[in-house]
């Protein structure tokens, strides 16, 4: 007789970037065996990308983490656990023995508290990655600073968007995009700024190019051609780390030719006349710069060309990485949103700002206060922690004991690979929540294999603050990241402030503690809006365009913060005349993401047609290096130095410059990148590094 199959179409939230496209999973027997765009999806328009569409064999993938793993050389080291334990252990290979959920919460446990009770909870410290659900999120830092009494929560938003956070509150008081996806149809002007949208944002990218492809109005602003340019404009590749520089020259012109929104400028803004006087007097911010340049000769017209326009017209822009990971990275930042302020480009239908976000849920990670910073909510919190460049220091220098880790890849998308690593072998426990061993999992003395975001409820916060309540496609008996925590809470001695029976008990302690966001987003109304989805600040109504009437500042005036533009790097050797000297060694690197893949890859490589599209890390450099350089080379830097790399050569790529993406742990790119970072948030400059190209040959 033949088994009926059962089959159905469940609608959900794709797991991979914070664009958080609408999908349908078609479900037979428990199995996902398609994903496809709803074709009414508010978000996907109908259409996913590569990963969205294919890039869900992970979820039954034989390599998922599916009992607990105890590191064998840390029972060991305590033996007074293994003793305890030794009758629920059981083999399970060289490394490792397994055991129950419940038996390895229990030594997880028992560790934790032996080092709160030693140490003191300070020495405890959570790092998370933003792919799990609100509700994990949540948990997560509750259980840091509640039951662990330590301020040491961040996450991944430490190494992209924490600057967009920190700049844009500084001067609109609240670090978000401003308008819905579709305000781009409203638009009359886009300016797309250290974004590679194509690959990194696709279905963003989707609705750029159609409205650039109509009205010719697209300026892409970046250190290389991204595949964005051919649809642009003015094609505006700039010098390495020379953002700020212009962001502040668009100002100045704006500012010379009075081209800005004076009645916007005096109702909702404070302090431009001082920010006026500042650009016109700035050493650096007239575009003349740039006329005796050698290869960048263009920008003094085009910066000046594409300030105008944006100025006069209703305009919006778009920034991703290629702002962030900078050492002025908060200070660009400002500066995006000064340009905004000045010609009444925010809180109004086609004109905003749309930092783009990275993972699927990075926004809701940090609204859920997964950082050292802020309480959930963007509140106070009781202590503030340190950031995670800073949690390695303190590894390093014995005052941080114990690591939980949910799902952030620190040894492999981090900057600085080397020393992540000496610091992760300084700890006395270090405990991992993940699908798959990823690099970091090589540190962790506990594994505990968890849900996938397919595979169970949850609120997700994409890219334009929109809420969506995910279902699971299919069922599992993995715990979620919640239930894990909350086992562990309970036997730490904190059951009663973890209460939580379901996600929903999760959520609601969510909405009573962050109520400016999420009072009003109980499961049954982001159910109810499922198709539309609801844009956070959530109260009886939802908010799709913020700062409609004033800024979320104190009072409610959006503010400039002016800094100055400081040469480095690149520009230095502009200034200096020597960018282009053959005898001076080294290229400027910068790094990113390809289309078939998200971050480590641990999910899309699960896809055998992703993992062929890009089964390595490849160097882009300039053509006229071909010769010199061959087709495999070592990148090295002060820091460390990768694995060989295939090179392919291309005119995208401007002189004594290199791009490579990052997914492969084994090419080890990041080992390059130093502590260099944003002078006020910390996140790593990704974007710009010095290395030298050595050549090996054909091997
Ligand atoms: Fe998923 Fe992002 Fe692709 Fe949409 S654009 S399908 S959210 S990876």
């Known amino acids: 007789m033949t088994k009926e199959v059962e089959r159905e179409e469940i609608e959900s939230v794709c797991t991979y970037c914070g664009v958080g496209c609408d999908i349908t999973g078609v479900v037979e027997n428990n199995r996902i065996i398609k994903i496809y765009a709803q074709k009414d999806g508010v978000v996907s328009e109908g259409n996913l990308c590569i990963k969205g569409k294919y890039g869900y064999d992970f979820v039954e993938s034989k390599d998922r983490i599916r009992d607990p793993r105890i590191r064998k050389t840390f029972l060991e080291k305590n033996l007074h656990i293994k003793e305890a334990f030794a009758a629920k252990l059981s083999p399970f290979n060289s490394e490792f023995l397994t055991c129950d959920l419940d038996t390895a919460t229990s030594i997880a446990t ?31 830092q509750k259980f840091c600073r509640e039951t662990m009494d330590s301020p040491h929560v961040d996450n991944c938003a430490r190494v992209c968007h924490s600057p967009s956070l920190k700049g844009m509150r500084a001067t609109m008081g609240e670090g978000a995009a401003t308008n819905p996806y579709n305000d781009i149809y409203e638009t009359e002007f886009m300016v797309v700024i250290g974004s590679n949208t194509m690959e990194a944002h696709p279905i963003i990218a989707n609705r750029i190019v159609n409205v650039a492809k109509q009205h010719n109005n697209l300026a892409v602003i970046d250190v290389r051609e991204t595949k964005l340019v051919k649809f642009a404009k003015h094609n505006c590749v700039i010098p390495f780390e020379s953002n700020l520089l212009v962001l502040n020259m668009m100002a100045y012109v704006i500012i010379d030719e009075e081209l800005y929104d004076r009645s916007f400028i005096d109702n909702r803004t404070k302090g431009f006349d001082t920010f006026k006087e500042k650009i016109l007097n700035d050493p650096y911010a007239n575009p003349d710069f740039f006329k005796n340049v050698e290869g960048y000769e ?19 822009i778009f920034w991703g990485l290629g702002i962030t990971q900078h050492l002025d990275g908060s200070h660009a930042v400002m500066a995006i949103t000064h340009l905004a302020l000045m010609t009444g480009n925010v809180g109004k239908t086609g004109a905003g700002l749309m930092p783009l976000r990275g993972q699927n849920n990075v926004q809701g990670a940090c609204d859920m206060g997964c950082l050292p910073y802020f309480a959930p ?75 996938s ?16 309540l995910s279902q699971p496609l299919v069922k599992s008996d993995l715990p979620d990241d919640w239930e894990v925590l909350t086992q562990m809470a309970d ?26 966001r999420f009072s009003g987003a109980a499961y049954f109304r982001l159910e109810r809006h499922r198709k539309r989805g609801m844009q956070w600040p959530i109260y ?13 500042t104190d009072d409610g005036l959006g503010k400039y913060v002016y800094k100055q533009y400081e040469p480095r790097g690149m520009v230095q050797q502009i200034l200096d005349k020597n960018l282009f000297d053959e005898k001076l060694e080294g290229y400027y690197l910068t790094t990113g993401r390809t289309l078939a893949h998200y971050n480590n890859a641990a999910q899309t490589k699960q896809t055998e047609s992703l993992l062929k599209k890009h089964d390595e890390d490849v160097l882009l450099a300039p053509l006229e290096d071909e010769e010199k350089l061959g087709d495999r080379v070592i990148l090295k830097s002060e820091y460390g130095e990768s694995e060989a790399l295939t090179v392919k050569y291309t005119d995208k790529v401007k002189k004594k410059t290199l791009f490579c993406t990052f997914h492969h742990a084994a090419s080890r790119v990041n080992a390059v990148f130093g502590d260099e970072a944003d002078e006020l948030i910390y996140t790593a400059r990704f974007k710009s590094v010095k290395v030298d190209v050595i050549p090996v040959g054909d091997e």
Not at 408 to 418: R, V
Not at 454 to 459: C, D, I, L, S
Not at 492 to 506: A, C, I
């Open 298 to 316: 263009y920008l003094a017209k085009m910066i000046p060309n594409i300030a105008r326009e944006y100025a006069v017209k209703k305009s919006m």
């Open 491 to 516: 036997k730490l001695g904190d059951g009663e402030n973890f209460h939580f029976k379901t996600s929903e008990d999760v959520w609601n302690e969510v909405r009573e503690v962050a109520p400016r």
């Open 377 to 451: 909510d963007y509140q106070q919190p009781k202590k503030e922690g340190l950031m995670t460049p800073q949690l390695m220091d303190a590894m390093l220098d014995g005052r941080i004991k114990a690591l939980l880790n949910m799902g952030e890849d620190i040894t492999h998308i981090h900057p600085n690979i080397n020393k992540i690593d000496k610091a992760m072998d300084m700890l006395e426990f270090c405990m991992v929540q993940e699908l798959f061993m990823t690099d970091v999992t090589k540190k962790a003395d506990i594994i505990i294999g968890v849900k």
């Open 453 to 468: 975001a397919y595979e169970k409820t949850g609120v997700y916060v994409n890219a334009m603050r929109r809420l969506h």
């Open 110 to 140: 028992m560790k934790l508290d032996e080092i709160k009770k030693k140490y003191g909870g300070d020495a405890f410290c959570a790092i998370g990655g933003a792919r799990t659900s609100c509700e994990s999120a949540y948990a997560f």
């Open 540 to 552: 009886h109504e939802d908010t799709p365009i913020l700062h409609l009437l004033d800024f979320r």
